[in-house]
């Protein structure tokens, strides 16, 4: 979502574990949100699995004109 928070993790058996819903502090949300493009975080240990991953975050706008773009959420995969 916009302000951070995680709407959906697959698999769903990880979306259980989570220990927080808000992972705007993370710099793959900063990162894609000062950039507005698509943006490589650093290496960081997972909130569901323990294990270092590094997340690439592409934020999602509702149109591609720069004057009228809202953006939608982040889309981030590790």
């Known amino acids: 979502?916009?302000?951070?928070?995680?709407?959906?993790?697959?698999?769903?058996?990880?979306?259980?574990n989570l220990t927080g819903n808000n992972f705007s502090f993370r710099d793959y949300y900063k990162g894609a949100i000062t950039t507005g493009d698509p943006y490589l975080g650093n290496v960081v240990i997972t909130a569901t699995t323990g294990l270092p991953q590094s997340y690439l975050a592409v934020p999602l706008y509702s149109s591609p004109e720069v004057n009228n773009k809202t953006l939608l959420g982040i889309w981030s995969g590790d």
Not at 3 to 16: A, C, F, T, V
């Open 1 to 16: 979502m916009p302000n951070g928070d995680m709407y959906m993790e697959e698999p769903y058996s990880r979306q259980q």
